[in-house]
C-alpha cells in the first residue's frame, strides 16, 4: 500500500453503546471484504483488495492494518468488552476514548456537562488522525440518538467536528430509538433533543430506525426460528454501511463517495436525511443457490417498504433521489437496462421536478456471503411521518412535563427543549409542503 495514498480518507467515530457495538460490527463486515484478520493482517491475494485500504485504515511501520477510527463512551464498561474481543487487538490503543462518569442516560448530561471532557479527548483524537491524511474527505459519525452518550455527547462531538472541519464532509449515522419498545423512559427527549442537533448541524445523516430492523430481521429469518437481538440487527446495520462505503473502497465502473453522495441526494440545506434499504438480506449462498437472483428481482425487493430500515409509509411520500449500490457480479449494460425500466416502474414514487434522481454506483466486490446485492439510501418525504411518530411521543411525555426536572437540574431549560421540539415540527411542516407540492403540478 502507498504509504501517501491516493487521499480522500474517511475517519470514523464511534459514539455510546450502541454506536460502539454497531461500529464495530461495521469494522468486521468491511474487514472480512478487505480479507483483514482480527489481528489486522491482511490475508488476501487479491490487489483489488488492498488498493483502495488507506481510505479507512492506517498501515503501520510492521505492516499491520488498523481501523481509521476512535471509539468514544463516557463510561468503560462497553469499551472493556470490546477491547478483550476477538476483534479488540484490531483498533489502535489509543483509538479508546472513555471517561469513567456515565451519562445515566441523560442527554444534558452528554451533552452540556460530563460529556465535554471526553468530548475534548476525541477532538485531539481526531486531529492527530487528521494529520496522518493526505486529504482528508470527511467523517462517519455512529451512534444511537435517544442515549444520553450516543445523543448527548454524539451531537456535541458533531457540532464540534461541523466547526473545526468546515470543509470536510459528515456522514451521520443515527439509530433511532424503537417506538414500541423502549428500554429508556426519556428516550423521546434525548432523540429530539439530538434531532435538531442534526438538522442544524449535519450535512448528511443515515436514519436507522431499532424497531424497524428488529421487524426486517425477524422477517427474513423466520425460517430458521430466529430471535433477533441487536447483535443480528447491527449485522445487517453494518451490511448497509458496507454497501454506503464500498464504492469508495473497492474499483468499479461507477463511482460514489460520501461527498458526491451528499451532492446527488440533498436538494436543501435541512433535508439531508436519508432512509436505507438492502437486498437480499439473509446471508445464506445456500438459499440464494435456490432462486434466480436478477437484478429487476433484486431493485424490486429493495424497494419494497419492508426492506427499508425505517417504519414510514413509504409510497404516500416521495423520494427526492435516490443511491443505489450495485455489488458482485452484475454487467453494467444490465443496471443501465433496469434503471431505465426502474425509472418508469416506481415514477410515481418520486418528485417530479429533480430529472435524474437515481445515482448509481457499481462495485465489483460484493459483501462476504453474498453472489450480488443492491443498498439503498433514499432521501424521501416519507421520513417526515417517521419523525412525526417520534415528535407525538415527545409531545406525550412533555405535555405532562414528565422527567423534565432530570433535564432541567443540569441547566436545560424548558424553553430550549420546546425551540429543538419546534426544530423538529418545522422540519415535519418542510416534507409535508414537498409532498403537496408535487401535487399541484
Ligand atoms: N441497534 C442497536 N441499538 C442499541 C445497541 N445498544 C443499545 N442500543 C439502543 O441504543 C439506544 C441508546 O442506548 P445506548 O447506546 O446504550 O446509550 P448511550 O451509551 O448513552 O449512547 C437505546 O435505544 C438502546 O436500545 C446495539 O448494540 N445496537
Ligand atoms: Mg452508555
Redesign the pocket.
Known amino acids: 500500500m502507498n504509504p501517501n495514498g491516493p487521499g480522500r480518507e474517511v475517519i470514523t467515530v464511534q ?5 460502539n ?2 461500529g464495530t460490527t461495521f469494522w468486521q463486515e468491511i474487514s472480512g471484504e478487505h480479507c483483514i484478520s482480527p489481528i489486522g493482517a491482511y490475508e488476501g491475494n487479491d490487489d483489488t483488495e488492498l488498493d483502495r485500504l488507506a481510505i479507512m485504515w492506517n498501515e503501520s511501520s510492521t505492516g499491520r492494518f488498523v481501523p481509521r477510527n476512535l471509539l468514544c ?3 468503560p464498561s ?1 469499551l472493556n468488552g470490546i477491547r478483550d474481543s476477538k476483534w479488540g487487538s484490531l483498533f489502535h490503543p489509543n483509538a479508546y476514548v472513555f471517561t469513567c462518569i456515565g ?1 445515566q ?1 441523560n442527554w444534558t448530561k ?1 451533552y452540556m456537562n460530563e460529556g465535554q471532557l471526553m468530548v475534548d479527548v476525541a477532538m485531539e483524537g481526531i486531529r492527530k488522525q487528521a494529520e496522518m491524511c493526505v486529504s482528508l474527505l470527511g467523517f462517519q459519525i455512529i ?2 440518538i ?7 455527547a ?1 451531537s456535541r462531538l458533531l457540532e464540534e467536528i461541523q466547526a473545526f472541519y468546515s470543509t470536510e464532509t459528515t456522514l451521520d449515522v443515527s ?1 433511532f ?2 417506538i414500541d419498545n ?3 423512559v426519556v ?1 423521546p427527549y434525548n432523540a429530539i433533543l439530538s434531532l435538531s442537533r442534526l438538522i442544524d448541524s449535519a450535512n448528511q445523516c443515515i436514519c ?1 430506525d ?1 424497531q424497524c ?1 428488529f421487524d426486517v430481521v425477524q422477517r427474513a429469518e423466520f425460517h430458521k426460528g430466529i430471535v433477533p437481538t ?1 447483535k443480528e ?2 449485522t445487517l ?1 453494518s451490511m448497509v454501511l458496507s454497501g454506503g462505503t464500498s464504492s469508495l473502497r473497492f474499483p468499479g465502473t461507477l463511482n460514489m463517495d460520501i461527498r458526491k453522495l451528499m451532492v446527488n441526494l440533498v436538494p436543501f440545506p435541512r433535508l439531508h436525511f436519508y432512509a436505507s434499504s438492502m437486498a437480499p438480506i439473509v446471508r445464506d449462498l445456500e438459499l440464494e443457490d435456490h432462486v434466480i437472483i436478477s437484478v429487476a428481482n433484486l431493485i424490486n425487493a429493495v424497494f419494497h417498504p419492508n426492506n427499508f430500515m425505517n417504519k414510514m409509509k413509504l409510497y404516500q411520500g416521495k423520494f427526492f433521489s435516490t443511491s443505489m449500490t450495485y455489488r458482485g457480479n452484475i454487467p453494467s449494460h444490465e443496471i443501465n437496462d433496469q434503471t431505465q425500466f426502474m425509472k418508469q416502474r416506481y415514477r410515481e414514487a418520486f418528485v417530479k421536478w429533480i430529472p435524474h434522481n437515481i445515482k448509481s454506483a457499481i462495485v465489483d466486490k460484493c459483501h462476504v456471503g453474498f453472489y450480488r446485492t443492491i443498498s439503498c439510501l433514499g432521501n424521501t418525504t416519507a421520513l417526515g411521518g417517521f419523525f412525526g411518530s417520534l415528535a407525538d411521543k415527545f409531545s406525550t411525555l412533555f405535555n405532562k412535563k414528565a422527567f423534565m426536572h432530570w433535564f432541567t437540574r443540569e441547566g436545560l431549560d424548558e424553553q430550549e427543549m420546546l425551540e429543538s421540539f419546534q426544530n423538529c415540527i418545522d422540519l415535519i411542516d418542510t416534507y409535508k409542503t414537498y409532498v403537496s407540492a408535487d401535487d399541484d403540478e
Open positions: 459514539v455510546g453503546e450502541c454506536g457495538k454497531l463512551d463516557m463510561e462497553c451519562a442516560n452528554g451512534h444511537a435517544s442515549g444520553g452518550t450516543g445523543g448527548g454524539g439509530v430509538p424503537s423502549s428500554d429508556i428516550e436507522m431499532n430492523m441487536f440487527v447491527n446495520a
